[in-house]
């Protein structure tokens, strides 16, 4: 889907974590340039952010499908209106399972929110002027980038088209496994960023009241809304808890 763009004037670099499958041959067959760096995500972004030679970068994961517009639209959006970073709406396929549907239903509540998204695309000097992510955080990575943009005074826009997440769990063990594994390393995002945190994090958000009419014409939705939330929240709690200990 990167390749599909509209917008062609693109480098297309990717940073892999030393996997075992064939992603550096399919990345070098569309052309990408492909490097070799670890540990986590975030040294990778900041570690292709460095290598990038154009004006703009546009973090996408591996388990993302673009709308074949979106670079153009933000390009376009930057140059014209004099935005630094770009919010793009992530939506999960509902197709995968039960959860992605919960999950998507989740995401599009966010749509036009103010706190619970995180640009993904940046011009590459307002991304460096922060210092890019902290490789230090693994939850909260890409809220915590936003916020010191923010902070920093660099105008934030958004655009129409989104990015489909294809990577969401099928079962609710991988729910548990993700939320645990976050909630262990959650303490450094909310102590760099005790006011938005605490909005960022609720488990009561207002964006869910956008929602709410969904919810309701769908109980079953709804059902598994609710466990979901419940579940991550333990989950993360636990993992809060053995950091600790």
Known sequence: SIVEQNYKNVEIIVVDNYSSDRT???????GAKVYLKGPERAAQINFGVRKARGEYVYRVDSDFVLNQNIIQEAVEICETKGYDAVI??????PTISFWSRVRKAERDCYRND???VAARFWRRK???????FDENLVAGDDYDLHNRLLEAGFKIGRIASEEV???EPRTLAEIVWKH?????????????????????????RMSYTKC???????PLLMLG???YQIVRYIAAAIGIVTRRF
């Open 24 to 30: 550096r041959q399919i990345a070098r067959k569309y």
């Open 225 to 227: 809304f609710t466990i």
């Open 165 to 167: 997440h294809i990577g």
């Open 88 to 93: 793009i709406h992530n939506t999960s396929d």
């Open 180 to 204: 645990y594994y976050y909630g262990k390393s959650i303490g450094r995002f909310i102590r760099k960023n005790p006011k938005r945190a605490m909005i960022q994090l609720s488990p009561f």
């Open 212 to 218: 709410l009419s969904n919810f309701l014409n769908s």
């Open 126 to 132: 307002a991304f460096l002027s922060v210092g890019g």
């Open 114 to 116: 103010e706190f619970n």
